[in-house]
C-alpha cells in the first residue's frame, strides 16, 4: 500500500506554528514511506477565506521545504461531489432531510442550557415521511449516526479509543443552501484524494469518530488515525497570541533557518533517544508515529534560538551570505566589494556569536559600517585618556608590521605589549574599541588580519581624530 497523508488549512490567517508542525509531520511520514505527501486548502468557508491567506499558507511551506506532490487541491472546487456523496446517502435511507428551523433549534438548545443539560439534538424528521413538510419548506440534509452500540477508533497517538453511540450525533452534512459543511468534504475528499493517513491536531479526535459515521455508510475505508497532542506555551497553556508570534512568516522575517525550524517542530512531540540536533535526512529515515508522544509539548523561544544557531555554524557559507546580503538589501544598506570581502573572509566568527540572521547583521556591521564607528558604552570606557594613548603608540606600531597574518598580528600584538609592561588585554581593548566600536566582537588579531594594514590604521586614525 502506497501511504498517502495530507495537510489541509482553513485559509482563514497565516500559516500557524500548530499547523506547520502538523504539515511536518505528514510530509515526514510520507517521505520515509517513499509516499505521497497532498495539499488541500479547505476553502468552503469562503466568506472567511482568503487569497491573502492562501499565499501565506503557500508560501510557508515553501519556506519550511515542505513540498508537496501534484497540484494544490482546492476543496470548493469539489462542491457538486460532495453534493453527490450526500444525495448518494439520502437514496440509500443513510441520511435524511432535516426540516426542523434555526429557532426550533435555538429554543430546543435554551431549554436543555436552562434544565443544565448538554444539548444533543435529536431530530423528528430521522424517520417521518419529508412530504409531511410544509411545501417549499427549506432543510438541511443529515446522516443517520447510529442509535446503539459503541464505536471504536485505534489511533496511532492515542491508542484504542471508544465513545458510545449516544455521544454521536445526526451531524449536518449538507446547509439549507445546499453547500457542504466541513465534515462531508474532508470525507470525501479524503476518500477521493486516496489519504490512508490522517496526521492531525488531537482537538480533531471527536470529529473523527462523527466522519467516521459517513465513512462507513458509504463503505469507505477508513483512514489511519493519528492524533498528536496540541502546542502549549511555556506556561503550559495553549498556544495563543499571547505567547508570542504564531504564524511561520514571523519566524522567517526573525531570521529563524527553515532547516532549524523543521528540527525544532519535529521535536515538539517527536523523539529519537536523546537526539537534539536532527538533520532533514536523518528525520525522513527515523520518522514514524510510534515514536510521537500523548502529552502536549511546550514551545521555548530559547531553544529554538539554540537550535537555530546550531544550523547557522553548520551552513554553506554562500547560501548564509545570500541570505546575509538579503538582509542588509533589505534594509537599504549595500557594502561595498571591498567590505563583503571583509565580512566573507570573517564570517565564521561572525556566525559564531549568532543566533539569529538579524544577530549576524549586527554582527557584521563592525566590517560595513561607515567611520567613525558607534560605541557601545564599554568600548567607550576602553577609549579614555590612557586607552587614546595606546591608539597612538599602536599606530605607529601597526606601520611597522609587515606580516598581518592572524597568528603574526597576535605575536606583534604580544611583543609590543611586553615592551610596555602591560597585560595583553590593556593592548586588546583599546584596539578593539577602535576596530569595531564593541567590546562583543570576534578578536582583535583576526579582525586586524581581515581589514589589512591600510584599515586598521584609517580605522585607528578614524578614532583618534
Keep these: 500500500m502506497t501511504i498517502v497523508t495530507r495537510f489541509a488549512p482553513s485559509p482563514t490567517g497565516f500559516l500557524h506554528i500548530g499547523g506547520a508542525r ?3 509531520f505528514n510530509w515526514l511520514l510520507a517521505r520515509h514511506h517513499q509516499g505521497r505527501f497532498l495539499l488541500r486548502i479547505e476553502d468552503t468557508d469562503r466568506a472567511r477565506s482568503t487569497q491573502d491567506a492562501i499565499d501565506a499558507i503557500v508560501h510557508g511551506m515553501a519556506w519550511m521545504g515542505l513540498d508537496h506532490d501534484g497540484d494544490i487541491v482546492f476543496q470548493s472546487q469539489n462542491l457538486a461531489r460532495h453534493q453527490e456523496v450526500a444525495a448518494q446517502l439520502l437514496a440509500e435511507g443513510k441520511a435524511y432531510k432535516c426540516f426542523t428551523t434555526q429557532e426550533e433549534l435555538a429554543a430546543l438548545r435554551a431549554n436543555a442550557e436552562a434544565n443544565k443539560q448538554n444539548f444533543k439534538f435529536q431530530s423528528p424528521w430521522r424517520d417521518r415521511d419529508p412530504s409531511q413538510a410544509p411545501a417549499d419548506a427549506p432543510y438541511v440534509v443529515r446522516i443517520k449516526a447510529p442509535l446503539a452500540g459503541d464505536m471504536t477508533i485505534d489511533d496511532q497517538v492515542q491508542g484504542s479509543v471508544t465513545k458510545p453511540a449516544d455521544d454521536l450525533d445526526d451531524l449536518v452534512m449538507l446547509r439549507a443552501d445546499g453547500t457542504p459543511t466541513y465534515m462531508l468534504a474532508v470525507v470525501v ?10 496526521i492531525r491536531g488531537d482537538d480533531h479526535l471527536n470529529n473523527a469518530f462523527r466522519q467516521k459515521v459517513i465513512f462507513d455508510a458509504m463503505g469507505w475505508d477508513f483512514p ?16 495563543s497570541k499571547r505567547h508570542g508570534a504564531l504564524g511561520v512568516e ?3 522575517e526573525a531570521g529563524f533557518l527553515p532547516e532549524a525550524m523543521r528540527n525544532y517542530l519535529l521535536r515538539l512531540g517527536w523523539s529519537h533517544g536523546d537526539e537534539e540536533i536532527i538533520p532533514t535526512d536523518k528525520a525522513i529515515e527515523w520518522f514514524d508515529l510510534d515514536a510521537v508522544g500523548k502529552s502536549p509539548s511546550r514551545f521555548d523561544l530559547e531553544k529554538l534560538k539554540f537550535v537555530n544557531a546550531h544550523y547557522m555554524k553548520t551552513a554553506e557559507p554562500a547560501a548564509l551570505l545570500t541570505l546575509l546580503w538579503h538582509r542588509l ?4 544598506i549595500e557594502p561595498s566589494a571591498e567590505q563583503k570581502g571583509w565580512i566573507e573572509q570573517g564570517l565564521a566568527s561572525l ?7 538579524p544577530d549576524l547583521v549586527e554582527q557584521a556591521g ?6 567613525p564607528l558607534p560605541l557601545d558604552p564599554k568600548a567607550e570606557k576602553a577609549l579614555d585618556e590612557d586607552g587614546l594613548a595606546l591608539l597612538v603608540a599602536a599606530k605607529e606600531f601597526a606601520q611597522g608590521l609587515s606580516d598581518w597574518q592572524e597568528e603574526a598580528v597576535t605575536s606583534s600584538l604580544k611583543q609590543f605589549a611586553a615592551q610596555r609592561d602591560l597585560k595583553i588585554g590593556k593592548v586588546f581593548q583599546p584596539l578593539r574599541a577602535a576596530l569595531t566600536g564593541s567590546m562583543a566582537s570576534p578578536g582583535v588579531s583576526e579582525v ?7 584599515e586598521t590604521i584609517r580605522r585607528i586614525e578614524s578614532r583618534l581624530a
Design 224 to 239: 489511519v488515525q493519528a492524533h498528536i497532542p496540541l502546542i502549549h506555551g511555556q506556561d503550559g497553556a495553549k498556544m
Design 189 to 198: 475528499d479524503d476518500h477521493d484524494m486516496g489519504v490512508t493517513h490522517v
Design 351 to 357: 556566525v559564531e556569536r549568532s543566533k539569529t540572521l
Design 366 to 371: 563592525i566590517y560595513y559600517r561607515p567611520l
Design 448 to 454: 586586524m588580519a581581515v581589514l589589512g594594514k591600510e
Design 250 to 252: 514571523w519566524y522567517e
Design 329 to 332: 538589501a533589505a534594509d537599504g
Design 22 to 24: 502538523t504539515a511536518l
